[in-house]
């Protein structure tokens, strides 16, 4: 029989493995065998820390080469206008400094949060009531601005008039909510 | 102060009262990362921004909400104080270090504490005895709902709630259940489980974190994915992970009682004569005989002993609480010489009055 693992080589060492649906067997060569047991079975290693375990990644095979990004940035890449953070730096402490750096190194972050989280890169938890009905005026806005440019392309010049000003007062909303937003 | 009253009547709820699987599941935690926009984060903040920040979490919740938080600053409390809200899982070690704006606001029976200042501006965490996951996760959505209508949240529709560490990013929740698994660690079952359930997105550790060993055979088993999963399903995937662990400790302890009845009840009264008579007890020493005591006493095999006993031992054995009983400060054996005393006391009361009494000479 050759070994389950590599396929190549003939297995010569059985390995049960017990988890909580039940036991196992496997049977692998030396080579696989040594292998899955220093990656799998090692109780005494402590689990790495995020910093360890971004810096391992990052410094063991070069994934800005692999990766076909085409953002064209330098590896500095830009600095968060915020907090002054750089991308890495935060692979070194592991941390972001503001939400800010979210925007700043939004094109790098699907990876690490990849790695992170079961290859997953994308919320789908809970979203705050707040920032549902700000996206929802947000939106409304854009609606109408699609409408406004369009009836000033027609020439329609009251009704642009009407949509400038609905705009302007959810705009005014929106600014209440905290948060501006550029309408024109 | 009422910090005065959380210190002397040490019991918190989550240690007497006793939730579903409470024979094996000692308490569940929930925790919500949350930010604020407009402030940068703790790691890289203004001492005028943490200002900002704690003046406003606290705003909200001090002048609104019915149910009576107090507010505690952290460079307010002397040390052996702080040390005793770590030691009851209230706060975490890094809320505790004083020169970091950290507070808290803990609800009036310390089921829900809202750390600011911590990793993140804002961590509200539960805590709930036995194994109740969804009762915990509802208690701390109300208070995240709260706040969320009076504070501006950092959140971002692609990659969800913005915390400081990328590994509680998405729902900035982490969902942990503490596990009473002395069967499962005699026969040695938890080191193979332990790197298989690893691989399901979910951490088994030691109870006081990571890489901790884990005394008294309490392990601490919570999701590590936060992202591209909802809440329910966190809650779901952990829920079946810790009844599937149930189950097999369950099997575990029968199958040792069946195999070896004498050994296993040798081994257990040994333990409750060892903390019953004892006049040196090491901390490692007591977590290991409590946890027998607990799972002879789970096994019927111990009786007139409190269930709750190894719950809240396993507290007040630590170095922050024994001092605060002692009131004075303690050295290394000086601390065993107390801890042997606390806990005749405590079986001693357990004979004759309720196990709140502990304290009762204040």
Request: glycine share 6%; hydrophobic share 35%; aromatic share 8%.
């Amino acid at each position: 029989m050759n070994c389950e693992n590599c396929k190549e080589r003939p297995a010569s060492i059985t390995i049960k493995q017990e988890s909580v649906i039940g036991s196992l067997e496997r049977h692998l060569c030396e080579k696989c065998a040594f292998q899955s047991q220093t990656f799998h079975f090692d109780p005494n290693q402590e689990p790495l820390s995020i910093q360890q375990f971004l810096s391992h990644w990052f410094s063991g095979s070069d994934p800005f080469q692999a990766q076909p990004q085409t953002r064209g940035e330098p590896l500095e890449g830009p600095e968060c206008p915020a907090c002054g953070l750089t991308f890495p730096k935060f692979l070194d402490i592991g941390k972001f400094g503001c939400a800010d750096c979210y925007d700043t190194f939004r094109g790098s972050l699907p990876q690490v949060f990849g790695k992170l989280h079961n290859g997953h890169s994308t919320h789908t938890g809970k979203v705050p009531v707040s920032f549902n009905e700000l996206y929802a005026v947000k939106k409304k806005i854009e609606e109408i601005r699609v409408k406004m440019k369009e009836a000033v392309e027609a020439e329609r010049f009251e009704e642009a008039a009407a949509l400038r000003d609905e705009a302007n007062t959810l705009k005014q909303h929106l600014s209440y909510g905290g948060e501006d937003n550029d309408v024109d | 102060m009422s910090i005065e009253k959380f210190m002397r009547d040490a019991v918190t709820p989550w240690m007497t009262a006793y939730g579903e699987h409470s024979d094996i599941v000692m308490s569940t935690r929930i925790r919500l990362a949350r930010n604020l926009t407009g402030y940068r984060y703790p790691i890289a903040f203004t001492e005028e921004e943490a200002m900002a920040v704690d003046r406003a979490v606290t705003g909200v919740l001090l002048d609104t909400m019915q149910s009576g938080y107090s507010y505690t600053k952290m460079s307010d409390l002397p040390a052996l104080e702080r040390q005793v809200l770590v030691e009851k899982h209230l706060i975490s070690p890094q809320l505790a270090i004083p020169d970091r704006h950290g507070a808290v606001l803990l609800s009036a029976d310390e089921t829900v504490s809202v750390m600011v200042n911590e990793e993140d501006h804002i961590r509200i965490q539960c805590i709930y005895p036995g194994l109740q996951l969804e009762d915990a996760y509802k208690q701390a959505d109300q208070v995240d709902d709260y706040l969320e209508k009076e504070l501006p949240y950092a959140f971002d529709e692609d990659f969800g709630y913005l915390t400081s560490c990328p590994s509680n990013t998405g729902t900035g929740m982490r969902a942990s259940v503490m596990m009473h698994l002395p069967a499962l660690t005699m026969t040695k079952q938890i080191d193979r489980i332990i790197p298989a359930i690893s691989r399901l997105g979910i951490i088994v550790r030691g109870s006081y974190g990571e890489g901790s060993e884990a005394p008294g055979n309490v392990y601490q088993v919570s999701n590590q994915t936060t992202l591209g999963k909802t809440e329910q399903e966190i809650l779901t995937d952990l829920g079946n992970i810790a009844s599937r662990l149930i189950g097999h400790e369950r099997k575990s302890r029968e199958l040792l009682l069946a195999k070896s009845r004498i050994a296993l009840e040798n081994r257990l009264f040994r333990s409750l004569g060892t903390i019953s008579y004892a006049r040196l007890l090491p901390s490692g020493e007591a977590a290991r005989c409590l946890s027998d005591v607990r799972l002879g006493i789970d096994l019927g095999i111990i009786q007139d002993v409190d269930m709750s006993i190894l719950n809240e031992l396993m507290i007040f054995m630590q170095a922050g609480f024994l001092q605060q009983y002692a009131s004075t400060e303690l050295s290394q054996e000086e601390r065993d010489i107390f801890r042997a005393k606390l806990f005749r006391e405590r079986l001693n009361v357990d004979k004759s009055s309720p196990p709140t009494e502990i304290n009762s000479e204040e």
